[in-house]
């Protein structure tokens, strides 16, 4: 029996989990651009409580349980009234086969009326990839599917520029550390100009995550970074779609 069938059967523990919603912003247009769902309890508790729950064994149901969270709690909270796509978090290492894994998905955003052309699969290279090979035919695969793909905390864990050559998903989201501070730093500011030049070339979408002042925001605009995600502009909001305040 393949890997794939063995997850797939396995038996299917019962996650007690919820999702909020934060935006990310595309600073041309003032519109929201995406929201990503971020795993709660049912209770409100926080994602690492959640995640602290999640094993080896338990992890490939852990994975198909938020992505169906967060199809049906967007809906639930009118994402449909939106334009927005929806950035839903994965596990690669919970992906036994792209095409097997992908079903549950599909039958939920079917069953919800979420369009499939709407969704974004975001993980991060702070998870330990053994196999970047495995890694890169989910991103393939889910590109040839219609869907985008998007790397999140890019600048920190395990890889980075390394990483990018071996395969390019559509997004990369700059992890926060190389944003703070970013309108005193030069340092920070030559780096994020010289990723922004290289994602352009690459036709890659350059997001920046955990802005929470308006000196980084203005800074990020100088650079040309179109699409911001942070504090300043909306905190997670639980099972809803928060209020934006944007400084434009």
Same mark, same amino acid.
């Given at each position: 029996? *393949? ?6 059967? &396995?038996?299917?523990? /019962?996650?007690?989990? &919820?999702?909020?919603?934060?935006? #990310? ?6 519109? %929201? +651009?995406? +929201?990503? !769902?971020? %795993? ?27 992505? %169906?969270? &967060? ?14 796509? $929806? ?6 290492? !919970? ?6 894994? #992908?079903?549950? @998905?599909?039958? @939920? !955003? ?19 990839? *053994? ?9 393939? *695969?889910? /590109?040839?599917?219609? +869907?985008? @793909? ?18 390019? @998903? ?17 340092? =920070?500011?030559?780096? %994020? ?10 036709? #890659? ?8 002042? $308006? ?10 970074? =179109?699409?911001?995600?942070?504090? $300043?502009?909306?905190?997670? *909001?639980? /099972? ?9």
């Amino acid at each position: 029996m *393949s890997a794939g069938c063995q997850g797939c059967k &396995a038996d299917i523990e /019962q996650f007690d989990i &919820a999702m909020a919603f934060q935006p #990310i912003v595309d600073v041309e247009t003032g519109a %929201v +651009f995406a +929201f990503e !769902a971020l %795993v709660r309890s049912s209770r409100g508790e926080s994602a690492g409580e959640v995640l602290a729950r999640v094993t080896p064994e338990n992890r490939y149901a852990f994975d198909q349980q938020c992505r %169906v969270a &967060a199809i049906e709690g967007a809906v639930a909270a009118g994402i449909l009234d939106t334009g927005a796509r $929806l950035s839903i978090n994965f596990l690669p290492n !919970a992906v036994y086969s792209p095409l097997a894994c #992908i079903q549950l @998905t599909l039958k @939920t !955003a079917r069953a919800t009326g979420f369009p499939e052309d709407r969704l974004i699969f975001e993980f991060t290279e702070n998870e330990h990839m *053994s196999d970047t090979e495995h890694v890169r035919n989910i991103v393939e *695969s889910y /590109q040839a599917m219609g +869907f985008a @793909t998007a790397l999140d905390d890019f600048g920190a864990g395990h890889a980075g520029l390394g990483l990018l050559a071996k395969f390019q @998903t559509d997004i990369i989201k700059l992890d926060m550390e190389l944003i703070r501070g970013i309108d005193t730093s030069m340092p =920070r500011r030559l780096i %994020v100009e010289g990723v922004a030049r290289l994602a352009e070339s690459l036709g #890659i979408a350059v997001i920046a995550e955990g802005i929470e002042t $308006l000196a980084e925001f203005d800074a990020l605009r100088a650079i040309g970074v =179109r699409y911001i995600q942070g504090y $300043l502009l909306a905190r997670p *909001s639980f /099972q809803s779609l928060p209020e934006l305040s944007i400084p434009i």
